[in-house]
């Protein structure tokens, strides 16, 4: 079984909607990252949770929020889609400053 | 904050052929350096780091050089293969507990028979 796991794999929306994208972990890591990627624009950081009490805005927060539930859940909204916001989305774990792992992605496009 | 800038964007080479990515860093502070492989379809996978005490880190086929004063880092790939083709990430972070990886903007390698 996969180490992070992310639902939906997929998702179409339309704008204004509100949508959740979930991660999951079974590696028993304390932190946990949101990531958004866009061709050309790497890898940028959305929101990032050092543990459950932990919750700090990355590089690119507004229009996006979190929330993590347990160690091994952290969920991102957008509470009102928009185009810009189509993009593949990653969840990765670690442990400490260390190795980062990641899921397998999250394909959203908002029509 | 971190700003780490990865060159090339793309780089094409044939099979057996060497490969270079190279990326630079701002902070000086910074003293990890990961290096990422994404292949189709997935995650990001890190494939080798070097922390800021080495200047150089081998496994089989790839190397990482890192040169602190001139804030430059590159990753080595020596005889290519098809299964090399993949986007490859440099990221930088201080190894200080609270901090995060600051990622390039990714090179597309394309191995050909």
């Known amino acids: 079984d996969a180490d992070v796991t992310q639902t939906p794999r997929n998702r179409i929306t339309k704008t204004g909607k509100r949508i959740m994208l979930e991660c999951s972990q079974t590696k028993g890591h304390d932190r946990m990252y949101w990531y958004r990627q866009d061709p050309g624009l790497g890898l940028r950081l959305i929101y990032y949770s050092f543990d459950v009490k932990d919750i700090n805005k990355g590089e690119i927060s507004d229009g996006y929020s979190v929330s993590r539930q347990a160690q091994a859940k952290f969920s991102l909204s957008l509470e009102s889609a928009i185009p810009n916001q189509t993009a593949l989305y990653f969840c990765a774990t670690s442990e400490f400053t260390d190795t980062q792992y990641f899921g397998p992605g999250t394909r959203l496009t908002v029509l | 904050g971190e700003n780490v800038e990865q060159h090339p964007s793309t780089l094409s080479v044939q099979e057996g052929d060497s490969a270079v990515i190279k990326c630079t860093y701002s902070?000086?502070?910074?003293?990890?350096f990961p290096w990422y492989k994404q292949e189709l379809g997935k995650g990001p996978q890190l494939i080798i780091d070097?922390?800021?005490?080495?200047g150089e880190k081998k496994d089989q086929r790839i190397a990482v050089t890192l040169n602190k004063t001139a804030k430059h880092f590159s990753l080595h790939i020596t005889e290519t293969q098809p299964e090399d083709s993949a986007v490859y990430f440099c990221a930088a972070s201080i190894n200080s507990g609270y901090s995060t990886l600051t990622f390039g903007k990714g090179t597309m390698l394309l191995v050909s028979p």
């Open positions: 902070d000086s502070a910074s003293n990890y």
């Open positions: 070097i922390r800021s005490n080495v």
